[in-house]
């Protein structure tokens, strides 16, 4: 049975959010053909995960690659009120705990080839629920359906969810606030990803302050970054190509000026 559903994005369109999702999912295709099941997390709330997954399903629709978006942030799912749902739709929380069949929870949007699994109730066990083998059962089927399936995960600094979803995953993705994140715990969630086994891909900087953070805005020059502006700040993908300079630049003080 085919299942539809309307997200509706309130966001303004900006040309330079948008070149940096297309460098994002350029990169992402270049990783090689074994990269189809990508994790976008974070190390702490709100720094853009959820954002950045969504606009990245949504560009890999438009090349025509058929995409399924799994909402697996089953403590704190934003999707259903950001992208005004109302209609009832079952989720991931309520398949895993048994209490309906997977054939309920995959969504047709009505963005061009991208599907959708929401998180479903909040859960009080969601480590347990995700390291089931039924979702990785899950993902394994749907593999077979889609070219590249995005796993929406929790954040990673102080909970466990997104480090057991990583051993399903074939690269993640690291959404980091630029001054609100510091490099021991950055340091401390790219550990957690590296010993679950999942490669990392690279790092979103969101929130870059361009003209207070002297080394950015030199990035952005040299280098030609794309970032969209929003209240003063600018949210944009750094490429991995730059990371030894990352490294240098960090030997003082970390991503967000913290020790």
Request: aromatic letters at 12%; proline letters at 3%.
């Amino acid at each position: 049975m085919e299942q539809k559903v309307i997200m509706t994005d309130t966001r303004k369109l900006d040309y330079f959010y948008e070149e940096a999702i297309k460098t994002l999912r350029t990169n992402i295709q270049f990783s090689g053909r074994k990269m189809r099941v990508i994790l976008v997390t974070s190390c702490y709330p709100d720094e853009g995960k959820s954002d950045i997954a969504f606009s990245l399903s949504v560009e890999m629709g438009k090349m025509g690659k058929n995409v399924l978006l799994v909402d697996a942030d089953i403590r704190k799912s934003t999707y259903i009120k950001r992208y005004d749902i109302n209609q009832r739709v079952f989720g991931l929380s309520q398949y895993l705990s048994g209490q309906i069949d997977r054939q309920w929870i995959t969504y047709e949007t009505n963005y061009p080839n991208v599907n959708m699994i929401f998180a479903g109730p909040v859960a009080p066990n969601p480590s347990e629920l995700l390291g089931d083998v039924a979702f990785h059962e899950l993902l394994e089927e749907k593999k077979d359906e889609f070219d590249y399936i995005f796993i929406d995960t929790s954040p990673m600094a102080n909970m466990s969810d997104a480090a057991v979803v990583a051993q399903y995953s074939d690269g993640a993705v690291l959404v980091v606030e630029s001054q609100a994140v510091s490099y021991k715990v950055a340091q401390k969630v790219k550990s957690q990803l590296e010993r679950s086994g999942c490669t990392i891909l690279g790092a979103v900087l969101n929130k870059v302050d361009m003209q207070r953070d002297k080394y950015y805005a030199s990035y952005y020059g040299r280098y030609g970054g794309y970032y969209r502006k929003k209240g003063g700040k600018h949210y944009g993908y750094v490429p991995e190509a730059d990371s030894q300079a990352r490294k240098k630049q960090r030997k003082g003080s970390g991503p967000g000026g913290e020790e």
